[in-house]
């Protein structure tokens, strides 16, 4: 016997049972996006490793340590699983020319790949659901994709969600807060850690994000980039706010808001919980207004987020919130197989209708006693079951068992119906309870 295989470390299997609830909240988020005029968008998983150094930066976490990249043996290219896709999104945008006619609404779903330490709520693989919105400058947008988001968890029933919200300003104004901030950090060298010091100088401002206890006093005390800004971002940023307040949304400026990836600027927020221990962090996005013209395409504003989709689902599951699987809504006893070519074509007719149906599956031993085909059925909890008995064939007839009650109710009794009817009596099967 050949030695068994496992799933990649950090890379998970969805069993049934679980992918229903994943498909469940995607149609959710498929629905709030058009509800919001954004459309969909796919981008390759397999994207030019360069696409990711110059879009995210070379001494990010993400560039230096977590992609998995690799040299395509035929041609030499170097290439990058995705740990990410905004950049991706931007460098479609580009590449076809998307803005062209005007701004961009657009939104995505996927794998993405990170070589961390899998952990609650985060893996090697992990899917994100994001929107972008290309082209559009105000921060009229940056509230929009807010308000889209708070409507999810909203409509999701999830609580305690803390808004946070930060301005990175423009590169001239964060390279004049960099070099203050690289000479408070140089006067207090000795508190910093192997990482800090790493980045002293090649990215102080992630030095701002770091969680270590021993190194809080220092970063408490660093200048901050706010203090740094100029008319126009304090404007783009009071925009806003003003947007926010006056909807009633609350937040909370956090100045040590810095993000991972390089190409931020101007506007970054997160969404944050306490529920998922280390990893509270559910939505992050920001405006990216420098990537286009970093990718190679003309220069245009954009801004977005992007949400875990683990997480959320794990959220779902601390608060109870994860839907029910539906069940089918017949299960289709056959006591004899040959009368399986009969069953096969009905059946295909209710569901033609709408209806869900399983059907019990005979194999090599015959289609088993009618005793555990009710079990089945039971299992199943389809709320009808359809016995396709001799005697009621022969007669053109089969018979609807009704499997469940409302509460407090007994179930209807059994009943023959003509297989001449389907249609008639097949739309009762898909009804909902007390239609």
Request: hydrophobic content about 40%; aromatic content about 6%; overall charge negative.
């Amino acid at each position: 016997m050949a030695d068994k295989l496992s799933a990649v470390k950090g890379m998970n299997d969805i069993l049934p049972g679980e992918s229903a609830q994943w498909e469940w909240l995607e149609a959710l988020l498929r629905d709030l996006m058009a509800r919001y005029g954004y459309h969909n968008v796919r981008t390759p998983i397999v994207e030019p490793t360069a696409l990711f150094v110059r879009g995210l930066g070379e001494v990010t976490d993400i560039v230096e340590k977590e992609m998995y990249s690799f040299e395509d043996r035929l041609n030499g290219e170097a290439l990058t699983l995705r740990p990410e896709n905004t950049a991706g999104v931007v460098r479609a945008a580009v590449e076809h020319s998307l803005l062209y006619e005007g701004g961009k609404r657009l939104y995505y779903m996927g794998p993405m790949f990170r070589h961390e330490k899998p952990q609650r709520g985060r893996y090697r693989q992990f899917h994100q659901f994001g929107a972008e919105a290309l082209g559009f400058a105000g921060p009229d947008v940056d509230a929009e994709l807010i308000f889209m988001v708070l409507d999810l968890f909203e409509r999701l029933g999830l609580q305690g969600i803390r808004l946070e919200i930060n301005s990175l300003g423009q590169p001239q104004e964060r390279l004049q807060h960099r070099e203050a901030l690289i000479a408070h950090l140089e006067r207090h060298a000795e508190q910093l850690d192997e990482d800090g010091r790493r980045r002293l100088h090649s990215n102080p401002l992630r030095i701002l994000d770091t969680k270590n206890p021993a190194m809080q006093p220092v970063v408490e005390a660093a200048p901050k980039l706010m203090e740094y800004l100029g008319p126009e971002s304090l404007a783009h940023f009071n925009g806003l706010r003003a947007i926010l307040d006056a909807n009633g949304v609350a937040y909370t400026i956090n100045p040590r808001l810095v993000r991972g990836m390089d190409y931020y600027n101007l506007s970054v927020f997160e969404l944050v919980t306490d529920q998922l221990g280390s990893q509270g962090t559910v939505c992050a996005g920001g405006r990216y207004d420098g990537l286009m013209a970093q990718i190679g395409g003309k220069p245009a504003p954009a801004v977005g987020w992007a949400l875990g989709m683990e997480r959320i689902l794990e959220l779902l599951k601390v608060a109870n919130q994860l839907p029910a699987i539906a069940p089918v809504d017949v299960f289709a006893i056959v006591p004899q197989a040959a009368d399986a070519p009969l069953v096969a074509g009905l059946l295909r007719s209710l569901r033609q209708q709408g209806v869900a149906v399983q059907m019990h599956a005979g194999g090599r031993d015959g289609q088993g006693s009618m005793k555990s085909q009710f079990k089945k059925a039971d299992a199943s909890g389809a709320r009808y079951a359809l016995v396709f008995g001799q005697d009621e064939l022969a007669q053109g007839m089969v018979a609807l068992k009704p499997l469940r009650a409302p509460e407090g109710e007994s179930a209807p009794p059994q009943r023959l119906v003509s297989l001449s009817d389907v249609a008639t009596w097949g739309r009762e099967l898909c009804a909902p309870p007390g239609a």
